[in-house]
């Protein structure tokens, strides 16, 4: 009879020690770099199926769609959407550090969940606003800390994914919660004046285009979702 297989056998092994090496480099570069990482951990699985939504559930289930993830990390959020992708599904991987976007593009060969989608997406070492307008997408899933940029910047990268994103497509980001309550009492006035108003334009774009929002209590620091529905 042949003899039952571990369940810490070599595969699991090799997750593990993906995971690991995400949250080391993760961590030093978020220290390094906070602003434009937002946390100094990668993103929980439950943050990262949260976002996916959209990839996984679609009106047509035979439509094919042309993803775009903006702010890929050390590959986090990407290992929710792949799980979430079928077959002919094609996506962009924008991450502007050229560390992080080197990891993914090295995840794509060798991590056993990304491998999956290795010959369908395509690794953008550039900032997203960079990527042009040539391309257009079915779904944005963005990673960016919002909470860190100032409202005029957050309003470009708004613009540009509404300038890509098709008719009826769907955009899915994230937030902390309690960001702004907590920067009222420990952040300096100007970073905290800084913070509500771009918390404010990113709500009225909730608000103009908001479908659906949850809270994910399953990371750290807990976070909102939220999807956008641009016009048809």
């Known amino acids: 009879m042949a003899e039952p297989q571990s369940p810490t056998g070599p595969l699991t092994a090799l997750r593990l020690d993906d995971r ?4 080391k480099l993760f961590f030093t570069q978020a220290v390094r770099t906070f602003h434009a990482t937002g946390s ?14 959209y990839v996984r559930e679609r009106p047509d289930p035979e439509q ?3 993803i775009l993830e903006a702010g890929a990390g050390t590959g986090a959020i990407t290992r929710g959407i792949a799980a979430a992708m079928r077959p002919k599904d094609t996506a962009d991987l924008v991450e502007a550090n050229p560390r992080f976007a080197a990891h993914v593009e090295d995840l794509l060969g060798r991590d056993p969940e990304l491998s999956a989608i290795a010959d369908r ?12 307008t040539d391309q257009t997408y079915d ?20 613009d540009h994914y509404f300038t ?4 009826g497509g769907t955009l899915s980001f994230y937030g902390y919660l ?15 004046l800084r913070q509500a108003r771009t918390s404010w334009l990113v709500q009225d774009w ?18 909102w979702v939220h999807h956008l529905r641009k016009p048809a």
């Open 121 to 132: 997406a395509t690794v953008h070492a550039v900032l997203v606003n960079d990527m042009g």
């Open 20 to 23: 690991l090496r995400d949250t």
């Open 164 to 167: 890509v994103l098709r008719p």
């Open 139 to 158: 779904v944005i899933v963005s990673g960016l800390p919002f909470a860190n940029f100032t409202a005029e910047q957050v309003g470009e990268i708004l």
């Open 206 to 223: 909730i608000d103009r285009y908001g479908i659906r929002s949850e809270r994910v209590w399953a990371n750290f620091p807990p976070a």
């Open 178 to 192: 309690y960001t702004k309550e907590v920067k009222a009492v420990i952040a300096r006035r100007e970073d905290y």
């Open 40 to 53: 100094v951990v990668p993103s929980s699985r439950a943050l990262a199926d949260a976002l996916a939504e």
């Open 64 to 66: 094919a769609l042309r």
